[in-house]
């Protein structure tokens, strides 16, 4: 029996409204780990996929989660990546993903010289375990609950629905139907 | 609360032997947490499952103004200096580039959950996932398991994938199709106790013709090309070949191998190498060394020796009663080629090539620098399903081929793929450039080679419309340092990663080789015609094409023309950019492309790409041959004082290699190198030779003092070539006693 719960290897996307070509963001994240801006997390490495259409982007890698101005889809975004470490509660670690990927958002918007934007409206959120957590229906029902209410916190009222083949990991677009700020999401965790 | 697991999910699916290894595996992973195995050993055992290392490893990582430590959760490490929570790399071996639909959808999970969403293809056919964790390396072994795919010998002193030609079975130049047989060696040897005690890794390729270059026998350590005589099926094996510091082309072993002999001809060379191969100095421990030591015609003695005595396997022949097994069936029916718009056309004429089969066609999928997503990996995977059968094969051009796709289907095709972003044309192009990993992951990069690749591909791009068709169908390879690994040397114009100090400060470089050649299994080897500043490698590459195209002579081709022009005349084109400019007028040359940092080698590490584990003073020795094989051209070529300095200045490096390898501090200069080898290594007697006594240390301390390779004439430069030849040997030997005898010692 699959559940969902059990996986620490969640993603979760905001989505650029303004966005930069993704080689700009090499120097920042070189600069984000000289400088330890995500204190409590070792950053070690960026690596850059910009040359592949609808990639990764840019990423900055670390031990415990990777933060990716990402491409795919052709839609520039900041996607937050929690590889370990995660918290053994779902609903811990789903939360701290918010927060994670919102707070990025909010320092990149802030980087002087990106000129960098993102939207709380909608955000895409996907699991990439798929032993624990498959692209179907009854997966999904049985993560709605965990990741909703989260969502609804950050984003106000939110929308959920299951998107993409069966053979990705749980993937759950987040539509949302207020115009918060990025800020205020971060600030509502 | 447990879930389920891997291991229990695919346990019916895995084939039993392979599921067995993997939880050996998994259990030698515990024993080395639980502080049980050491170091070493635990770095063969992963290696030889393909889980490499990668750069910063070591816990330390250059921001460009000092080393920063990397302080990783535990302080266990998974190999000698490397940090357990490191992430690395790991390699997924498929024989011949050949990857199913179904395993194509594995690895592109695989890729989503324990890498970064990229799958990046090797330049030996195989897949290579970076920034994993070794813990996850079992459940990933299992889930390829499960599609038929082992990581065994992926890396380690063992054979390593067996390449053959993306064309394998539908190419119309082909003797006929090497599949079966590349398919027959690849089974034969995985951990044949034969070849577990090899001193480095063993490279097998087969090519089904001499002329085209698909195959590249040229460079590897053994060689197979299909012929056919009196109507009987058999090889021209080749041996000794290799790239890296010394390049060396394959040498014939036999004209003419009836195929029943292929596999007892391979394992008696391979028996031999295990047997007489160097195993203490790794820098000398590739099959060509051994070739080239005891001369071939003595080599092809040992091996008919070995073959005379080897006891029959049936495993020899079995294959051979069905050949057919490893053919393809296509789905679709053969037809002409469909028409399409003009950006299809274009893309035809360079990425799709017709088959033997009449109606069908190779369609090759030109990855940037090797790359492509998951998302993408699934739509090949779904392209195959519809289009062409399980035909996916991985090109040592850092492409996939998708082979038997029908003629009418061709436009529907290539519109998927330009959906997903794979319909790039210009697929063996001047724009198709071929790079490895260098230092965004290799520990031993010296230079920015993907970098300096997605660079030139950018630029490339914008003009490749307006270029001269000559120019279009050059090659461009970039390797991070001279271990080849991109090969350069094969490349029309190729790079190397190396460093120079300018004022101080260090400055990443590529020296430029041209001339070499994919053709005729990369029959040529281009040459070093000087180093450039990364920066100035673009500016590089327009010069060198801009000659090639005002002064090319009817059909000539670049090879021709650079024999024609000699490699001198490149270097003095050159002259005027490679000298890098003050870092106060243009502070950019002090750092690689698409990493700001400013540029350092502090973070160059113990390199694993290279096979195993490699000491520093080995990469040190290993430039040293570097340096001796550019003077050996230089000379060849008839300039006389360079070619002397070059072979002086080898000498100082293998020096300065043996210095620092004995904790001594020693500036890069010549002076204080030699100030330090004589104080070290020559008045203590550690670098006399049994025999010789300190006579090869001598050769190195009076051309110091007399300097006479400064205006050396042939014979002068004659001389200091031999002498160093014989010093960096003495070298390698000298470094080989120290460390027995620290061996014993530690006893
Ligand atoms: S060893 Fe050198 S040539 Fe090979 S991947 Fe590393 S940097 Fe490139």
New binding site residues.
């Given amino acids: 029996m699959t559940n969902p719960n059990l996986a620490e290897r969640v993603q979760l996307k905001f989505y650029a409204t303004d966005h930069v070509p993704a080689m700009d963001l090499i120097p920042v994240f070189h600069k984000w780990i000289t400088d330890k801006v995500i204190d409590d997390e070792l950053m070690i490495d960026v690596a850059d996929y910009s040359h592949v259409d609808k990639g990764p982007g840019v990423v900055l890698i670390g031990h415990a989660s990777d933060y990716y101005y990402d491409l795919g889809e052709g839609r520039p975004g900041l996607k937050y990546s929690r590889k370990r470490g995660g918290n053994a509660d779902a609903t811990l670690n789903v939360a701290d993903a918010f927060k994670r990927a919102l707070t990025a958002c909010v320092r990149l918007q802030k980087e002087s010289g990106l000129s960098l934007a993102f939207s709380a409206q909608e955000a895409l959120f996907s699991i990439q375990d798929r032993l624990h957590a498959p692209n179907d229906d009854a997966t999904f029902d049985a993560f709605k609950a965990t990741l909703e209410p989260i969502a609804k916190k950050a984003l106000g009222d939110v929308t959920l629905t299951r998107e993409g083949d069966a053979r990705l990991g749980l993937t759950i677009r987040i539509r949302a139907q207020g115009a918060g700020s990025m800020e205020d999401a971060a600030a509502r965790l | 609360m447990t879930g389920p697991t891997w291991k229990d999910r695919l346990s019916d699916a895995m084939p039993e032997h392979l599921a067995r290894e993997i939880d050996v595996f998994e259990g030698q992973i515990e024993l080395k947490k639980a502080g049980k195995l050491d170091d070493k050993i635990f770095a063969e055992t992963r290696l030889r499952r393909g889980a490499y290392g990668q750069r910063y490893d070591n816990g330390m990582r250059n921001d460009g103004t000092g080393q920063q430590p990397l302080v990783f959760p535990t302080a266990l490490t998974k190999g000698p200096d490397t940090m357990w929570d490191a992430p690395g790399m790991q390699r997924i071996k498929n024989p011949f580039g050949k990857v199913t639909a179904e395993q194509m959808d594995v690895m592109s999970d695989l890729a989503d959950e324990y890498s970064d969403s990229i799958l990046h293809v090797t330049t030996r056919q195989d897949i290579q996932l970076h920034f994993v964790h070794i813990e996850d390396c079992p459940d990933m072994h299992r889930r390829l398991a499960a599609t038929g795919i082992t990581t065994r010998e992926a890396c380690g002193n063992s054979v390593r994938n067996v390449t053959a030609c993306e064309f394998s079975g539908v190419c119309s130049t082909e003797g006929f199709d090497v599949t079966p047989y590349a398919d027959a060696v690849t089974q034969y040897f995985l951990g044949h106790p034969d070849v577990q005690d090899f001193g480095r890794k063993f490279k097998i390729a087969f090519s089904g013709c001499h002329d085209e270059p698909c195959g590249a026998t040229t460079f590897h350590d053994l060689g197979a090309i299909a012929e056919v005589r009196d109507g009987k099926r058999g090889f021209r094996v080749v041996v000794g070949g290799g790239l890296g510091a010394v390049p060396v082309k394959a040498k014939v072993l036999s004209e003419f191998c009836e195929e029943r002999e292929l596999l007892p001809l391979a394992q008696a060379v391979c028996r031999v190498f295990a047997r007489l191969g160097e195993k203490q100095s790794r820098a000398r421990a590739r099959i060509k060394f051994l070739v080239q030591k005891v001369g071939l015609e003595e080599f092809k003695k040992l091996v008919a020796e070995e073959r005379s005595k080897l006891r029959d396997d049936p495993r020899w022949t079995a294959f051979l009663s069905d050949l057919s097994a490893t053919d393809e069936t296509p789905i679709r029916p053969g037809a002409p080629l469909a028409t399409g718009d003009a950006a299809f056309q274009k893309w035809a004429e360079t990425n799709l090539r017709p088959q033997s089969q009449d109606g069908y066609y190779v369609a090759t999928i030109k990855m940037p620098l090797g790359d492509f997503t998951s998302t993408q990996g699934r739509v090949l995977a779904d392209l195959a399903r519809e289009y062409t059968g399980d035909t996916i094969r991985l090109t040592i051009e850092q492409n996939v081929a998708l082979r038997w796709l029908s003629g009418a289907d061709a436009y529907a095709f290539y519109q998927r793929l330009v959906d997903n972003g794979m319909g790039d044309a210009g697929a063996r192009t001047i724009t198709d450039i071929a790079a490895?990993?260098?230092?965004d992951t290799?520990?031993?990069?010296?230079s920015a080679?993907r970098g300096l690749a997605g660079e030139l591909r950018k630029r490339l791009k914008v003009i490749e419309d307006d270029l001269p068709p000559e120019v279009r169908a050059l090659r461009i390879k970039a390797?991070?340092?001279?271990?080849?690994?991109?090969q350069h040397h094969a490349a029309d114009i190729g790079f190397?990663?190396v460093s120079r100090n300018v004022g101080g400060r260090k400055v990443p470089h590529f020296n430029v080789i041209v001339g070499g050649s994919f053709q005729k299994n990369a029959g040529e080897y281009g040459l070093v015609a000087g180093a450039v500043p990364s920066k100035a490698v673009p500016k590089a590459v327009e010069m060198i094409t801009q000659k090639y195209t005002a002064e090319r002579e009817g059909d000539e081709s670049f090879h021709d023309f650079i024999e024609r022009v000699g490699k001198g005349a490149i270097r003095k084109l050159l002259k005027p950019i490679a000298k890098a400019p003050a870092y106060e007028d243009d502070p950019s040359f002090y750092s690689d492309w698409r990493d700001p940092r400013e540029y350092t080698i502090g973070d160059l590490g113990i390199?694993e790409?290279?096979g195993e584990i490699v000491p520093f003073v080995e990469f040190g020795l290993q430039a040293a041959e570097q340096e001796l094989y550019e003077a050996q051209e230089l000379h060849e070529k008839k300039e006389s004082a360079p070619a002397a300095g070059k072979a002086f200045a080898a000498m100082v490096t293998a020096a300065k290699a043996l210095v620092r390898f004995l904790d001594v501090q020693c500036r890069d200069d010549a002076d204080d190198v030699i100030a330090q080898f004589r104080t070290h290594l020559f008045d203590t007697k550690v670098f006399f030779d049994p025999y010789a006594k300190g006579k090869f240390a001598n050769y190195l301390l009076k051309l110091h003092e007399s300097r006479s390779f400064t205006n050396a004439d042939d014979e002068i430069a004659h001389r200091t070539l031999d002498e160093a030849q014989l010093f960096i040997e003495a070298a390698h030997a000298c470094y080989q006693r120290i460390t027995e005898a620290s061996a014993d010692a530690a006893e």
């Avoid at chain 2, 290799?442 to 010296?446: A, E, F, N, R, V």
């Avoid at chain 2, 390797?479 to 991109?486: A, D, Q, V, Y």
């Fill in positions: 490895c990993p260098g230092t290799c520990k031993l990069g010296i080679s390797s991070g340092c001279f271990n080849s690994c991109s190397l990663g390199g790409c290279a």
